[in-house]
């Protein structure tokens, strides 16, 4: 079947870095996402790994091994607008994502 | 630039009633999808259109139905509303399968 995994909850202090993982079990895989969501909003964009490595984007990177079944997205120098929800997802067989339960990170001052 | 726009924001249904969401698209996305996100579950797939004309059963379709008559356009119906049916609707589209979604605001439903 297919599984995907994230904390549930993290907080980390305003400037820092923090790592935010995911872990996933699929017969088939394509592609794995990050989405950023706010409370109360709809969840956005933030990355897309197809290959294995380091994918950077400004403060953001995200990071996939398939081997591993693993991912994990990066964020640096860390602002108070960073606090969201971060939902993981994986495109397998088929033609949908399969969400995480997502990690709600907390920044603090 | 719309986007997804989903109409209502917000409902409040009794037991038993019927209501359709509406999701529309001006992106010429091919791929539209409609979730419910509830505390703790995360995002699940409703159902889902790889096209005008088509729909396909997601994660949790028992007691929704879905249709695509129009490539823009992507209907969630409730036939018979029930407090379990109570959550946050989010309607998405993309232009592929491995494409990223775009995703509307949200319609708040409860149910009574």
């Known amino acids: 079947g297919q599984n995907i995994d994230q904390p549930t909850e993290m907080t980390a202090t305003e400037g820092a870095i923090v790592q935010i993982n995911c872990t996933y079990q699929t017969s088939g895989f394509n592609g794995l996402f990050w989405y950023q969501q706010h409370a109360g909003e709809a969840p956005t964009f933030l990355s897309y790994?197809?290959?294995?490595g380091l994918e950077e984007k400004g403060r953001f990177s995200s990071f996939l091994s398939r081997s591993k079944g693993y991912s994990y997205l990066l964020l640096k120098e860390l602002q108070m607008k960073d606090s969201a929800s971060y939902l993981c997802a994986f495109t397998g067989g088929g033609n949908k994502l399969t969400f995480g339960t997502g990690t709600q990170l907390k920044v603090e001052l | 630039n719309a986007g997804v726009t989903q109409t209502p924001k917000f409902r409040v249904l009794k037991t038993g009633q019927s209501m359709t969401l509406l999701c529309a698209q001006d992106?010429?996305?091919?791929?539209m999808y409609w979730y419910r996100q509830d505390p703790g579950m995360g995002l699940r797939l409703i159902h889902y259109?790889?096209?005008?004309?088509?729909?396909a059963k997601g994660e949790v379709p028992d007691g929704y139905n879905v249709s695509r008559l129009k490539k823009q356009n992507f209907l969630l119906g409730l036939e018979s509303a029930a407090p379990s049916q109570t959550s946050v609707y989010f309607c998405a589209s993309s232009f592929l399968r491995d494409q990223p979604q775009h995703f509307g605001d949200g319609t708040r439903l409860s149910i009574l």
């Open positions: 259109s790889v096209g005008e004309g088509t729909t």
């Open positions: 992106m010429n996305h091919e791929y």
């Open positions: 790994n197809v290959l294995d």
